[in-house]
């Protein structure tokens, strides 16, 4: 008898090292198994009686995780439609696997997976101690998925969705699927996103080779500013040190030359025919880098293309957990890209919001309220909603981000709209990424107020926040 999840079609396909998340507060188990306090290892959290412990205790939150799984729940969170997207990675056939399918099942993400039955299923003990967060990772089955394992099921997902996503953990150990998943991707025309994920794996020479010879199918990178130079660090000590590609992304990094963000706007994400590089780094600027796949000797030195997005301002009071906002950064980032017409700009935004909205969480845990949409007609102009001082998206069924919630300032937000329709908005004008200066002077409206006039009338559901949007949230 087939699964349940067997029987969809999700727009989402995600591959990486499925883990079960158990969370608890103290020290206690630390000092007890003597653990290096505030960091990450591996444990036999089995063979120790970690897990036993940490399971029985009262005070343990349990939350599926790993890092394409992360991405998986907070954009299926991000999505008003059940069942969107479907994670692919092997597990064990124990206690651990049924908590991780339930906890999945929970957040809408169909689990299809590789069963191992040799294995543990992988899972991580956080303790959280003040502000000190410690570690202990079993991986087990999640560090396992063999050719033999990539099914029919799941290349009929693969050609049956419209975006694929892989962690870079998960071609550290299965670098021979994953030339088959960007194999696939590319024959069936789906949009193929890869992560790097973490400093250690880009340290790892056959690592970097795997990456750099799926470039040339990639559409979307994704990693962090360290991440990106240890990448570039060891791909200069390997034999792809003369990759065209890699040579003209270090070019790019390197070169402290950017276009106006706005230009972003007009680039539609579905269309472009770069492969597009973005870069996190914290609560500072994303930086976006389209560099040209079909490289050349003969390409100019400053052949691809640089910007810089703003990242809005949000209290410190109001952060409690920065684990997991890379993933959800790009669980935004996809959501965006599959609405039809949006653009860079869009995914940009869109993944600042998800990342925004995670970090006021605990752990990886999802916001218990959907996404903060405002309600407008379809023939109105999109709507802003800052609450907290992120930037939320709009969201309509008919091509673009759909409302399911009414400004919880509805009355003040009606009295705002009456005098912003006669009042003509200032467009967004960046320079250099930074720079914000509205080009009319406007009186702007109290913090946390929705209005709208945010899209300048540039697509009915773009996402891109007018200049008012952002000076309102610092």
């Known amino acids: 008898m087939k699964e349940k999840y067997e029987m969809t079609s999700p727009k989402l396909v995600c591959f990486g090292n499925p883990l079960l998340d158990l969370i608890i507060e103290g020290s206690e188990l630390v000092e007890k198994y003597s653990l290096q306090p505030n960091t990450a290892q591996e444990v036999d959290t089995i063979e120790n009686g970690m897990y036993n412990e940490a399971i029985e205790r009262d005070d343990c939150g349990l939350s599926s995780g790993g890092c394409a799984l992360n991405t998986a729940r907070a954009f299926q969170w991000l999505s008003s439609i059940p069942n969107q997207v479907a ?25 299809a997976m590789a069963v191992h039955t040799n294995l543990p299923t992988g899972h991580c003990i956080a303790m959280v101690h003040d502000k000190e967060r410690t570690l202990a990772a079993n991986l087990g089955a999640a ?16 050609s049956n969705c419209q975006v694929v996503y892989m962690e870079g953990y998960f071609l550290a150990h299965s670098s021979e699927v994953g030339n088959q998943i960007a194999d696939l991707s590319r024959t069936e025309n789906k949009k193929l996103l890869l992560n790097l994920n973490g400093e250690y794996v880009c340290r790892d020479h056959k690592f970097v080779q795997d990456v750099s010879r799926l470039l040339p199918n990639v559409d979307f990178l994704f990693g962090n500013r360290e991440e990106y130079k240890v990448y570039l660090e060891t791909a200069k000590k390997s034999t792809i040190c003369n990759n065209l590609i890699i040579q003209e992304l270090e070019k790019s990094l390197n070169s402290e030359e950017y276009q106006d963000c706005s230009n972003l706007k007009s680039i539609t994400a579905s269309e472009t025919k770069h492969l597009v590089v973005f870069i996190t780094d914290g609560s500072q600027n994303i930086e976006v880098h389209l560099i040209p796949v079909s490289i050349t000797k ?44 949006a653009s860079l700009m869009d995914m940009v935004q869109l993944g600042i919001y998800a990342a925004q909205t995670m970090i006021q969480q605990v752990g990886t845990i999802l916001p218990n309220h959907p996404p903060k949409f405002i309600q407008v007609s379809m023939n109105e102009k999109p709507v802003k909603d800052i609450q907290n001082g992120v930037l939320s998206p709009i969201h309509n069924k008919n091509g673009g981000f759909s409302p399911n919630k009414t400004c919880p300032n509805e009355e003040q937000n009606k009295t705002m709209k009456k005098s912003v329709k006669s009042t003509s908005m200032p467009h967004q004008t960046m320079k250099n990424g930074a720079q914000l200066s509205p080009s009319k002077k406007v009186k702007l409206p109290p913090k946390g107020n929705c209005f709208e006039g945010c899209v300048n009338g540039y697509k009915p559901f773009i996402i891109t926040p007018c200049e008012m949007c952002i000076m309102s949230s610092l």
């Open 87 to 111: 994670f692919i990675g092997g597990i064990g056939e124990d206690e651990i696997a049924n908590k991780l399918k339930a906890l999945m099942f929970e957040s809408g993400v169909i689990p």
């Open 143 to 158: 560090s396992k998925f063999d050719p033999e394992h990539f099914s029919d099921h799941h290349k009929k997902l693969i």
């Open 298 to 341: 003969k390409v100019e030195v400053h052949s691809s293309l640089r910007f810089k997005v703003p990242v809005p301002k949000i209290q410190s009071s109001k952060i409690k957990d920065t684990i997991g906002a890379g993933d959800s950064f790009v669980a935004g980032c996809i959501e965006a890209l599959l609405e039809k017409n």
